[in-house]
T-cell receptor, first 109, second 113 residues
Framework: KNEVEQSPQNLTAQEGEFITINCSYSVGISALHWLQQHPGGGIVSLFMLSSGKKKHGRLIATINIQEKHSSLHITASHPRDSAVYICAVRSDTGNQFYFGTGTSLTVIP | NAGVMQNPRHLVRRRGQEARLRCSPMKGHSHVYWYRQLPEEGLKFMVYLQKENIIDESGMPKERFSAEFPKEGPSILRIQQVVRGDSAAYFC???????????FGSGTRLTVV
C-alpha cells in the first residue's frame, strides 16, 4: 500500500467546472505539497501546507491533519489547467518524501 | 533567476554505458534532491544532498548509482553500466533550507537502448 493515495486517478471536466482532487496519507508528516506536472514533464510546486488552507488565484488547497487528508480545488477550470497533479508529503521522521501517483486532469473547452 | 537547471533534457545511452545527469540548483539554494519517475509510476525519492555531503541516500539503488554535490559546480547523478530498467525521468529539486521553498527542474529523460 502506498503511503500517499490520490483520487481520482483521471478526471475530465468541462471548462468552468469546479474541480476537487483528494489526497490521503498514512504517515506522520511535517508538510504536504501539491505539485503540477505539465505534459512536457516539468514540475511546478503549487502549495506547501502544514495546516489549514492556502489560496493562490483559482487554486485552493486544504489540509486536515487529524484525518490525514488534503484537497486541491480548482475554481472556474480552464483548458490550461490540464496537467497531472501530484500530492507529496514529507515524513516527520526524516528527510523522506512520499508521492502519490498523480491525478491526470483534462479540461475540455 | 534561472531556476533549477537540469541537463541534458534527453539522454540516450546503450546498455553498459555510463549516464551522468547534472543539476544546477537555484541561486542561493544549498539543498538538492533527486527523484526518479519510472514510466507509468509516481515520483520516488532517491537522494538528498547538501554541499559536499550526502544527507539521505535511502532511495538510491545500492549498486551502480551515485550522487555528489561538490563545493563548486552542479550536483551530479551518475549511473554506471546502465540497463533498460534505468530508463526514466530523473528530476532534481533544490531548496534554500531543507524541503521548504522547493523548486523542481524540468527533468532529464534517460532512455537506455
Amino acid at each position: 500500500k502506498n503511503e500517499v493515495e490520490q483520487s481520482p486517478q483521471n478526471l475530465t471536466a468541462q471548462e468552468g467546472e469546479f474541480i476537487t482532487i483528494n489526497c490521503s496519507y498514512s504517515v506522520g508528516i511535517s508538510a504536504l505539497h501539491w505539485l503540477q506536472q505539465h505534459p512536457g514533464g516539468g514540475i511546478v510546486s503549487l502549495f506547501m501546507l502544514s495546516s489549514g488552507k492556502k489560496k493562490h488565484g483559482r487554486l485552493i488547497a486544504t489540509i486536515n491533519i487529524q484525518e490525514k487528508h488534503s484537497s486541491l480545488h480548482i475554481t472556474a477550470s480552464h483548458p490550461r489547467d490540464s496537467a497531472v497533479y501530484i500530492c507529496a508529503v514529507r515524513s516527520d521522521t526524516g528527510n523522506q518524501f512520499y508521492f502519490g501517483t498523480g491525478t491526470s486532469l483534462t479540461v475540455i473547452p | 533567476n534561472a531556476g533549477v537547471m537540469q541537463n541534458p533534457r534527453h539522454l540516450v545511452r546503450r546498455r553498459g554505458q555510463e549516464a551522468r545527469l547534472r543539476c544546477s540548483p537555484m541561486k542561493g539554494h544549498s539543498h538538492v534532491y533527486w527523484y526518479r519517475q519510472l514510466p507509468e509510476e509516481g515520483l520516488k525519492f532517491m537522494v538528498y544532498l547538501q554541499k559536499e555531503n550526502i544527507i539521505d541516500e535511502s532511495g538510491m539503488p545500492k549498486e551502480r548509482f551515485s550522487a555528489e554535490f561538490p563545493k563548486e559546480g552542479p550536483s551530479i547523478l551518475r549511473i554506471q553500466q546502465v540497463v533498460r530498467g534505468d530508463s526514466a525521468a530523473y528530476f532534481c529539486a533544490s531548496s534554500p533550507q531543507g524541503p521548504v521553498g522547493y523548486t523542481f527542474g524540468s527533468g532529464t529523460r534517460l532512455t537506455v537502448v
